[in-house]
């Protein structure tokens, strides 16, 4: 059976013909105003959730789904059973919806195809697209289909906002939302939506889901995330959903992003300026012109990743794995040309490359991982790549390999280390552990490995790696020295957490691609229901209204 919530025949209809409204201060309680103004509130809503449709047009950004299937645990109440995976770009016309996939290297055969084909008839089948639709409220938006009764105030982060229930009028035909919006009390931009979608029925089913939109430039609420979660529900006459699943939305300002720079940028050097040529520095040596060449194979590639969207600026999370690779770097007493830098790749899946001298965790990875020891277990295993003189191909030195559509960055580019030199890699990691300040820290490393390789064969998208090598397949996990002397994982230890839910430490700002650690301290657990390592959970993010940084405020004034 396939789960496809079908709610747009053409989105772009739901652009009403209404004027904008001029809300004087809304001081007032909603629920005490005259009637008049209480219709006016409403009809402004229908008409910013209509504009926030029209502006969506003007951008694609991605969309990564991920899904966990859940069973029952007597432990832990509910663990994953199986996992799904998909990401794609949002593109929206006046066609409606379209969703343009990323494709990985791993292909599936004709045999693969076929097979997943016959299974879909008896277990849940995905739809990528389905996700994507959840940003939007409903085709037919507005008073004539839709009352909004309003409920009260309430903060959602640093947003004061207002709270309506969404109740569609009794002659609405076809699906339709039913849930609770808030509403933010300036513009009265929906920013939150929680409910689900009517009627449901045997050949139509629509997940109950928590959609968050963030304040991306004035006046503009863009989605960011969305949560869906079933946990009674039946499909298939018998058959029962138990599922969470969290999509995210970023890359909307992509041309903008990074050091990607506009002509107005260019900047004309004085006359003063020393020409360092004349030293000699530009003359040919055979060996700094390799290191030159796979130097700009690497540029090229970081470069690429970057422009697609998957690849985070250079920034604060950077400096903080830089620091780390110092730390291994001076207690080995390593001197590595050219330095050794650290990217963020800004997809779930748990995976660690090196591009050359640059290393690369994913975004997933560094949420799940539970501290510091166990964050140097993954940067020791690549810094050994680098010191064994493990390569790049070169071939990404010639930028016409460069030019190809952004959805197939994964395909294009391959960045996989063979299993000699992944192999190599470990035990060079383990050296530089052995030296470093985590060697007597590595316990927590361990378990994180060894709960890594227990949730493996359930986990399977999880741990399927866009570019890196897998961090464990069937018994076989990476830097397994680790994992042979720790503990055995006590499931009824709330001391002992192995892991961390998704979501837990990066920030992502959708706008940009920015990213952060998170601010505030992670919450006591209180019993072994709350470990949840590497699960899906609700997302509720700190709401706060756009500020111009003094730089752009600058450029505006020019």
Not at 92 to 117: P, S, T, Y
Not at 126 to 154: A, I
Not at 160 to 169: C, E, G, I, N, S
Request: proline residues 5%; glycine residues 6%; contains cysteine.
């Amino acid at each position: 059976m396939r789960f496809y919530p079908r709610l747009f025949a053409a989105v772009m209809a739901i652009i009403l013909p209404v004027a904008a409204l001029a809300v004087s201060d809304h001081k007032s309680n909603t629920a005490q105003a005259e009637p008049g103004q209480a219709n006016a509130v409403s009809d402004r809503i229908f008409y910013q959730e209509a504009k926030m449709v029209e502006n969506l047009q003007h951008y694609t950004p991605l969309v990564e789904t991920y899904i966990q299937n859940m069973k029952p645990d007597k432990d832990l109440g509910a663990v994953p059973d199986n996992d799904r995976y998909f990401l794609g770009r949002l593109v929206l016309n006046e066609k409606g919806i379209h969703d343009k996939q990323f494709q990985d290297r791993a292909r599936k055969g004709m045999f693969g195809r076929v097979l997943e084909r016959l299974n879909s008839f008896y277990k849940v089948t995905y739809l990528p697209q389905g996700f994507m639709q959840l940003v939007f409220l409903n085709y037919g938006f507005d008073k004539d289909h839709f009352e909004l009764k309003y409920l009260r105030e309430q903060f959602l982060g640093e947003v004061r906002t207002q709270v309506f229930d969404v109740v569609p009028r009794q002659h609405i035909k076809g699906p339709h939302f039913i849930g609770r919006i808030w509403v933010e009390d300036q513009d009265f931009n929906i920013v939150r939506i929680n409910g689900t979608y009517e009627p449901r029925n045997r050949l139509n089913y629509y997940f109950h889901f928590d959609s968050w939109r963030v304040n991306t430039q004035p006046g503009l609420w863009l989605p960011a995330y969305i949560y869906t979660e079933e946990s009674d529900s039946t499909y298939a006459i018998a058959r029962k959903l138990t599922m969470k699943g969290q999509t995210r939305l970023w890359g909307y300002d992509l041309k903008h992003s990074g050091q990607q720079s506009e002509f107005t940028d260019l900047q004309v050097e004085s006359n003063d300026v020393n020409d360092t040529s004349a030293a000699g520095n530009n003359e040919i040596n055979p060996v700094r012109s390799q290191h030159l060449w796979e130097r700009e194979a690497e540029d090229n590639v970081l470069d690429r990743l970057e422009r697609a969207g998957v690849l985070a600026q250079d920034g604060e999370v950077s400096k903080v794995l830089q620091t780390v690779v110092n730390n291994l770097e001076i207690t080995s007493n390593l001197n590595i040309e050219p330095e050794v830098r650290c990217r963020v790749l800004l997809t779930t899946p748990l995976e660690s490359f090196t591009v050359g001298h640059t290393i690369v965790i994913s975004r997933g990875l560094l949420d799940v991982l539970p501290d510091e020891p166990s964050l140097a277990m993954v940067l020791a295993q690549e810094l050994g790549h680098i010191v064994l003189g493990h390569r790049l191909n070169t071939k990404y030195a010639f930028s016409d390999r460069m030019i190809f559509p952004d959805e197939e960055v994964f395909r294009k580019i391959g960045l996989r280390a063979n299993d000699s030199d992944e192999l190599a890699a470990d035990q060079k990691g383990m050296e530089l552990l052995a030296k470093s300040p985590y060697k007597d820290k590595l316990a927590s490393a361990g378990l994180f490995l060894r709960a890594l390789t227990t949730d493996s064969h359930s986990l399977t998208w999880l741990i399927n790696p866009h570019y890196g090598n897998r961090m464990a397949k069937g018994s076989a996990v990476r830097m397994a020295q680790l994992e042979q002397t720790t503990p055995e994982l006590e499931t009824r230890n709330v001391g002992q957490l192995p892991a961390l839910p998704l979501g837990s430490r990066i920030r992502l700002d959708p706008w940009d691609d920015r990213i952060e650690l998170q601010k505030g301290k992670q919450a006591a657990l209180l019993s072994v229901r709350d470990k949840m390592s590497f699960e899906v959970t609700p997302m509720f993010p700190n709401l706060v209204r756009y500020k111009a940084t003094e730089g752009q405020v600058a450029e505006k004034q020019k």
